[in-house]
């Protein structure tokens, strides 16, 4: 078999094919898009991250007292803060993605704030002092949803609307 080398442009691709990136290609990237990062996403961005941060918190919380003072179930302490902790990489991630103009960053921090919904609600359910803190992760989670819908979020990650129009 015999390949005809006539039919080859430039850099051994077919003629009409070419190894430099087309112009409509790099319009198309928003990291590369020109002009400052959006405030609204800058604040979804630092909302994710505050509340990855709270998580990472409240999980190593649960493992010093789970490991050095006296839990009803030690096990149980030291499970729950490595899940927390494990669950932060999601907002974390979610917010380094917003923050660099990742299209796939929203999924995961819509995704953060909808399960921060019912924890706000069952903080708000309780008798004592975690009725504030429900009040503020509500809070936090409705503004970070609001704010990562926003059409100029939206733009500035180069995701497309309905129908794969560009918006």
Same mark, same amino acid.
């Given at each position: 078999m015999s390949?005809?080398?006539?039919a080859?442009g430039?850099?051994g ?7 430099? @990136?087309? @112009? ?6 928003p ?6 990062r @959006? ?5 979804? !961005?630092a909302?994710a991250g ?10 190593? &919380?649960m ?10 179930d030690? #096990?149980?302490?030291? #499970? ?23 299209? &796939?960053?929203?999924? @995961? +921090? ?7 919904l019912p924890? +706000?609600y ?7 002092? !975690?009725?504030?803190a429900?009040?503020?992760?509500a ?7 609001v ?8 733009r500035?990650l ?6 794969? !129009?560009?918006?």
């Open positions: 390949l005809d080398t006539g080859l430039r850099a691709y077919p003629s009409g094919v070419s190894s430099e @990136p087309s @112009p409509s290609t790099d319009a198309a990237d990291a590369d898009a020109a002009g400052p @959006p405030v609204r996403l800058t604040a979804a !961005a909302l505050l509340e990855g941060l709270a998580l990472v918190a409240g999980g190593l &919380w493992l010093v007292r789970g490991l050095t003072g006296h839990p009803d030690r #096990t149980q302490a030291v #499970t729950g803060g490595v899940t927390l902790i494990v669950l932060a990489l999601l907002p974390l991630l979610a917010a380094r993605g917003l923050l660099a103009r990742r299209g &796939w960053s929203r999924g @995961p +921090a819509v995704i953060t704030q909808i399960m921060a924890v +706000a069952n903080l708000l359910q309780a008798d004592s002092v !975690a009725i504030p429900g009040i503020v992760l809070a936090a989670a409705v503004a970070a949803l704010l990562i819908v926003n059409p100029e979020t939206t500035a180069g995701i497309r609307g309905p129908g794969g !129009a560009r918006k």
